[in-house]
């Protein structure tokens, strides 16, 4: 996450025209699409074999339903 922050910070300081900032920004995109695929595959199952199959499935309820109201006021 700190990487994340890190980039946009940087993102904001370049001029969105120029080369560096799409280059930065691709960079941007390569790092979440890498962080959500490891959350994806390794840290998410983790969580899921610590929780149970019943809790795990109560907070994806709740995470959908959060995602949804995010969502809907966008």
């Known amino acids: ?13 370049i001029e969105i025209t120029s080369d560096a900032w799409g280059k930065l920004f ?3 995109v390569d790092t ?10 390794e840290i998410f199952p983790l ?3 610590f929780l149970g ?3 795990a499935k109560q ?3 709740k995470f959908l339903a959060a995602k949804q109201r995010i969502a809907q006021s966008a």
């Open 32 to 41: 979440v699409v890498t962080h959500a695929t490891e959350e994806e595959t």
């Open 1 to 13: 996450a700190r990487e994340l922050e890190q980039l946009i910070r940087r993102l904001d300081l």
């Open 59 to 61: 907070l994806d309820k």
């Open 53 to 55: 199959e019943a809790r």
């Open 26 to 28: 691709e960079q941007l």
């Open 47 to 49: 969580a899921q074999s």
